[in-house]
Nanobody, 115 residues
Framework: QVQLVESGGGLAQPGGSLRLSCRAS????????MAWYRQAPGKQRELVAG???????NYVDSVKGRFTITRDNAKNTVYLQMDDLKPEDTALYYC?????????WGQGTQVTVSS
């Protein structure tokens, strides 16, 4: 059974930083592309960043230069380092992978950016 468990969300001030973590189980982690999505109230879920098994990365334009996605295959964990946070980054952040062609999601972790 695939499980994704996020942690690290919270409250940050504008310009501040947070690091999200997502620990995966039930998959051979190193073989899978991992991603972070977010969903703000009243908005559609959007892809924030992805990292392939070969560690190629991609980012939505709004976070380029501020967010960094990395992975530690020995720990079955993917990270999202978020710097220079802005109020518009406020959202529920989800970890994602596709297993057997089905999207698998964590429970989400809330990020709130406010002064």
């Amino acid at each position: 059974q695939v499980q994704l468990v996020e942690s690290g969300g919270g409250l940050a001030q504008p310009g501040g930083s947070l690091r999200l973590s997502c620990r995966a189980s039930g998959i051979i982690f190193g073989l899978y592309t991992m991603a972070w999505y977010r969903q703000a109230p009243g908005k559609q879920r959007e892809l924030v960043a992805g990292i392939t098994s070969g560690t190629r990365t991609n980012y939505v334009d709004s976070v380029k230069g501020r967010f960094t996605i990395t992975r530690d295959n020995a720990k079955n964990t993917v990270y999202l380092q978020m710097d220079d946070l802005k109020p518009e980054d406020t959202a529920l952040y989800y970890c994602n992978t596709k297993f057997n062609n089905i999207d698998r999601w964590g429970q989400g972790t809330q990020v709130t950016v406010s002064s």
